[in-house]
C-alpha cells in the first residue's frame, strides 16, 4: 500500500524528467532545460498524497477522491447492487488528487475491470462506454460500489488491493493517472451530503451519511 507524500508509481515520471533536465542543462542549454524539469515538477503535483483528516464516526461515507460535484442522481445499479440506488459523479481535473480512497471501512466483495473508450471524463456517458475498474465494498451494514473511470488523457488505472481485502475508511486503494472520473453508488437509504458542483476531498469529505437504523 502507497506511502509517503508521492505515491511510488509517480517515481518513474519524475525521475526520468528530472534527468533529462540535468542531461540537456549539461550537455545543451539550461534554456532548454527548463522544459524537462517543469514536466518533472507538475509530475511531483501530480502524483502528490497529501495527509487527509479521516472521519471517525461509523455512520458517514468520505469521498472516494478529489475533483467537482459533477452529478447527484438516482439510478437502477446492475453490476453490483441490483437495485434502485443512489449515484454520485465526481470530476477530476489534471490538476487534482489523484489517488482514490475508501468511502468506508469494509471488505472487498467484488472487482471488476472493464475495457472501454476513453471519451472526456465529463461526459454523461463515461460510466457506460469508458475503461473503468469497480469494487464492490460490504462493512456489514451496507453495500456501496465504487468505480474509477479512464478519460481522455487517463490511460491506466492502477489498483493497490484486491479481491477479499478488507479496507479501513479513508485507505488509499488506487489511482487513475491524468484526469479522471469517480463514480460512488450507495444504497437509497444513505442522505447524501453534496450537492451537483461542490469540491470534494477524497478521505476527509463527507458525502454520505448512513440511516440511524443501519
Known amino acids: ?5 508521492i505515491v511510488k508509481d509517480g517515481y518513474p515520471f519524475i525521475g526520468v524528467t528530472f534527468l533529462i533536465a540535468i542531461l540537456v542543462g549539461y550537455f545543451l542549454s539550461p534554456y532548454v532545460a527548463i522544459i524537462p524539469f517543469i514536466l518533472a515538477c507538475f509530475f ?4 502528490r498524497n497529501p495527509k487527509r483528516e479521516i472521519p471517525t464516526d461509523p455512520d458517514v461515507l468520505v469521498s472516494p ?3 467537482k460535484v459533477m452529478e447527484v442522481s438516482e439510478v437502477y445499479e446492475d453490476l453490483f447492487l441490483n437495485t434502485e440506488c443512489k449515484k454520485v459523479t ?3 481535473s489534471v490538476f487534482d488528487v489523484h489517488v482514490n480512497r475508501a468511502p468506508m471501512e469494509g471488505k472487498i466483495t467484488f472487482r471488476q475491470y472493464t475495457c472501454g473508450g476513453f ?3 465529463y461526459k454523461k456517458t463515461v460510466g457506460y462506454e469508458n475503461e473503468r475498474h469497480s469494487i464492490g ?3 456489514g451494514r451496507i453495500e456501496i460500489l465504487v468505480t474509477q473511470i479512464a478519460g481522455l488523457l487517463a490511460r491506466r488505472i492502477v489498483s493497490w488491493t484486491d479481491l477479499g481485502h478488507t479496507l479501513a475508511k479513508g485507505q488509499l486503494y488506487g489511482m487513475i493517472k491524468f484526469g479522471s472520473c469517480t ?3 450507495v444504497p437509497k437509504s444513505v442522505d447524501i451530503c453534496v450537492k451537483k458542483g461542490d469540491y470534494v476531498r477524497g478521505g476527509e469529505s463527507i458525502i454520505g451519511r448512513l440511516p440511524n437504523n443501519g
Do not use: S, V, W
Request: glycine share 8%.
Open 137 to 139: 465494498i460490504d462493512n
Open 44 to 47: 511531483t503535483f501530480f502524483f
Open 119 to 121: 471519451l472526456p471524463a
Open 183 to 185: 463514480e460512488i453508488f
Open 65 to 67: 477522491a478529489d475533483g
Open 90 to 92: 465526481i470530476f477530476l
Open 1 to 5: 500500500m502507497p506511502t509517503g507524500f
